[in-house]
């Protein structure tokens, strides 16, 4: 049973890989200046030493760093990842409650580049030189070149503000108490501007790189082959040029799929958008650590457990790739 | 004892009687329609408040939400004059040391329990003792004794006369706190903070976290009719352009003063049905300054500050940085608040004569770090605004910036040279001004303290002797204090801040009081 042993080996091994990552996160957010208590008061615009001293001893801050630091790995083991210390919840309790949201940002942002990437791509190899590819690798370049913050703003400009068509901010409507269709609806109007522009920057880069790899592949003598044997023109492009071309798009999808538990900071803020990435920033400026260090485990966990099973995949699904010991 | 009701007091009272007789005077210089009941607002505040539990969180934002839900012994007009809230009047002995309150009796919590003196003796005396930071010297320095001297009657004993006990009784300062909630109980840790009980014209019904906090009508409010709307939502939407966004598309109602960056403001206003105020801030009167640590280098002489001082342009930062808003700042004490003088020497813009001073001084070309305060654009235009005027004197200037965290960290530890600052006021010198001035308050980790490290023994004794001196006398101790201040300038006052808020007006009665930003659904109502 040697992938059985592998399996076991590779889990042993992420978990020791991941309870040092988890002690660096500890010291890495430290590093920074400030901690909880002091954000709290310098929001409230009023302190005395007291007020800081009880909070810090409410957060167990009041403790040498080495203590908190082993009743933090020891917690992390039994897969407590304590209370946040702003809101005074379990952190994972909160991290589930933003998963959907995020989930269906990232993942409808996952779809939607990865299709249109690949047809754009296939299209515009398909017309190399004409004005279509001009068009598509023009847009392409242009999406990949801009800031995504901006081509947020503007496209809540013009299609919240100027054309009224979609909501700018939020998951849905608040206060509107809808269910059933007229919700999924509803939060389907609010995902399309911020699913679109995080989906941009990747459609681009999908584009990109289909057309050039399509192009490469174009060239090569088994095509040409194809081409003497007969076969129709679209058969061609379908079977054996762009199957073979979308690998390294596959490679680059990989890259993306790595985000989609992380969530999209810049994304979720500018449009309100109540996922994990908000919730890891705004953690971040509240030195809210727990939070920061849940999130940052439960995406390194993915992480490890993903690059587990591409390798699993790729033994059952290529023999002749060894997985390593 | 001889009690005796003081004039303001006395009006006070009629005017209790007056409401509790249901003669509801609705603003009579005002003959709009009759409030109408019902409807839904939604505001933006930012950012997100880690908690609405008001006695133990003051942030700002917690304050706008929270300050709905609990109410407090007094509200305060524009004027800061003290009208009844939980207590329907109050009486002050005529040696000052002995204030009476009667409280409104059939007041029921959230949950339905009655509220009765128990629990402002617990709040006042135990809950608010222990836990908030601004209560808690005040109550320990100031006050003898807080007793029930009835079921719906507190009294407070004073060591020696303290005449801004007063304005202490505002809903941010001193929350009433339901004592069959927390009574024996770990206050931080009480699993009734998320879920807040309060005797509030508004109910916490729900907290999405990351997206808003849903308040309804408390059915049971006591005044007849009231609150006038139904529900509310406060929402969280992190970006300033997205929120400025949504309220133009109409998703939100109300920007709330300090979630609509300044610059915006000008251009919502010009909109149909848009309405800006800067009212409701006039217990806290926002006093900014360039915090100057004065323990070393050219920035300890007092003439070198003196030549910053004429070398900022503040009617610039105003009408340009701030748009128009706020007041050009000449003294420690806000014009807005008491014992406020314009009998003081006034540093107008004047670059030459900046110059000259720097030129006297001990001043050498060093370059000097600023700080910019992380509390978004506007606080960054203004600080690339001041290095300009301070460089075209000849004085360097390098800027640093940081986050929140980071600030106050540095400002805690002293571990800066010039930074904004804005510090509430709170309506009298006692309570928000010689906090940061005395020396008495040069502590470490706390950005709200005299982290100037300036120390002055003659301020320091005017100050003293002016929080427990009898009225009269008040005036001219803070008088002098000005002065001195003003000549040695242990920070640079910059602009008595507005921080508008933005709303349709359809909204009317929106903000009525000097917190009006905090306690605004009791009388607030939609034009339908």
């Given at each position: 049973m040697p992938l059985l042993r592998f399996i076991a080996g590779r889990l042993v091994k992420g978990v020791i890989v991941l309870i040092a990552i988890a002690t660096m996160n500890f010291f890495l957010i430290r590093a920074a200046p400030g901690d909880p208590a002091s954000v709290l008061a310098g929001e409230a615009g009023a302190a005395d030493e007291e007020f800081l001293r009880q909070l810090r001893q409410q957060f167990g801050l009041d403790q040498p760093i080495t203590t908190q630091l082993w009743i933090y790995l020891t917690d992390i083991i039994t897969l407590d990842l304590g209370f946040s210390y702003r809101q005074g919840r379990p952190v994972l309790d909160l991290i589930l409650e933003r998963l959907p949201a995020t989930l269906l940002l990232t993942g409808a942002a996952f779809i939607f580049s990865l299709t249109l990437g690949i047809i754009f791509g296939i299209l515009a190899a398909r017309r190399a030189g004409k004005w279509s590819d001009s068009v598509i690798t023009t847009g392409a370049l242009f999406f990949y070149a801009t800031p995504l913050f901006w081509i947020a703003l503007m496209s809540q400009i013009i299609?919240?503000?100027?054309?009224?068509?979609?909501?700018?901010?939020?998951f849905r409507t608040i206060g509107a108490g809808y269910t059933g269709l007229r919700y999924a609806l509803d939060v389907g109007l609010h995902l399309i501007l911020p699913a679109t522009t995080l989906g941009l920057f990747f459609t681009a880069l999908y584009t990109r790189m289909m057309r050039a790899s399509m192009l490469e592949i174009a060239g090569s003598d088994f095509v040409k082959t194809a081409r003497a044997k007969g076969v129709p023109e679209g058969r061609i492009v379908r079977r054996h040029i762009a199957r073979n071309a979308i690998l390294p798009v596959v490679t680059l999808a990989g890259l993306q799929a790595g985000q989609i538990v992380g969530g999209a900071v810049l994304t979720e803020t500018v449009f309100g958008w109540p996922g994990i990435g908000r919730l890891m920033f705004e953690a971040l400026s509240q030195r809210d650590y727990q939070v920061l260090l849940g999130v940052f485990f439960v995406s390194s966990a993915m992480v490890v457990l993903f690059n587990l099973i591409t390798d699993v995949v790729y033994r059952v699904a290529d023999p002749r790739i060894e997985v390593g010991r | 004892m001889i009690q005796k009701k003081t004039g303001r007091a006395l009006a006070s009272t009629a005017l209790a009687l007056l409401l509790s007789a249901g003669v509801v005077a609705m603003q009579p210089q005002d003959a709009k329609a009759e409030p109408q009941r019902g409807g839904t607002v939604q505001l933006a505040v930012t950012p997100e408040p880690p908690s609405l539990m008001l006695g133990l969180f003051q942030n700002g934002p917690t304050q706008m939400i929270a300050g709905d839900i609990y109410e407090s012994l007094l509200r305060y007009d524009t004027d800061l004059t003290p009208q009844p809230s939980l207590a329907e009047s109050w009486e002050i002995s005529d040696d000052q040391l002995v204030y009476t309150f009667t409280l409104r009796e059939g007041v029921l919590w959230h949950d339905g329990e009655p509220f009765t003196a128990d629990d402002v003796v617990f709040s006042l005396d135990v809950f608010l003792r222990e836990v908030h930071p601004r209560w808690r010297p005040t109550v320990n320095a100031q006050v003898a004794s807080i007793e029930k001297t009835g079921d719906y009657e507190v009294t407070i004993t004073l060591n020696e006369p303290f005449e801004p006990i007063m304005l202490s009784f505002e809903v941010g300062t001193t929350p009433i706190i339901p004592k069959h909630i927390y009574e024996g109980t770990d206050y931080r840790t009480n699993e009734m903070n998320s879920t807040p009980i309060g005797t509030g014209p508004m109910k916490f019904v729900e907290w999405d976290s990351g997206s808003y906090v849903h308040l309804e009508r408390n059915?049971?409010?006591?005044?007849?009719?009231?609150?006038?709307?139904?529900e509310v939502y406060y929402r969280f939407i992190p970006d300033a352009a997205s929120r400025a966004v949504a309220f133009e598309t109409g998703t939100i109602d109300v920007l709330t003063g300090g979630s609509v960056e300044i610059f915006d403001v000008p251009r919502l206003e010009a909109q149909d049905n848009v309405c800006v105020t800067t009212a409701g801030w006039e217990l806290f009167a926002p006093h900014s300054w360039l915090a100057v640590n004065v323990r070393e280098g050219a920035l300890a002489d007092k003439t070198f500050r003196q030549a910053m001082m004429y070398a900022i342009d503040r009617e610039f930062a105003r009408d340009v940085v701030w748009s128009g808003f706020g007041t050009v700042a000449n003294s420690p004490i806000s014009s807005r608040t008491l014992f406020h003088s314009e009998d003081l020497h006034e540093y107008t813009y004047d670059p030459d004569r900046a110059r000259e001073l720097v030129a006297e001084s001990?001043?050498?070309g060093e370059t000097l770090e600023f700080l910019v305060m992380p509390y978004g654009e506007t606080w960054t235009r203004w600080a690339e605004a001041t290095r300009q005027n301070l460089e075209d004197v000849g004085i360097n200037v390098n800027l640093v910036t940081t986050d929140v965290a980071g600030w106050s960290e540095r400002l805690g530890t002293f571990n800066f040279q010039l930074t904004h600052n804005f510090l509430y006021q709170y309506g009298d010198p006692a309570l928000g001004v010689s906090r940061s001035y005395v020396a008495s308050n040069i502590v470490e980790g706390n950005p709200f303290a005299n982290v100037m490290g300036y120390a002055n023994e003659e301020v320091d004794a005017l100050f003293a002797e002016a929080a427990n001196a009898p009225s009269e006398d008040r005036p001219a101790l803070y008088q002098r204090a000005q002065e001195i201040l003003v000549d040695e300038l242990p920070v640079l006052w910059m602009i008595e801040m507005d921080f508008p808020t933005v709303y349709r007006c359809d909204l009317q009665d929106f903000i009525t009081t000097a917190i009006g930003v905090n306690d605004t659904f009791r009388d607030a109502w939609l034009q339908q």
């Open positions: 299609f919240a503000l100027w054309l009224g068509w979609l909501p700018n901010t939020g | 059915e049971d409010y006591y005044l007849e009719g009231r609150p006038y709307i139904d001990s001043y050498d």
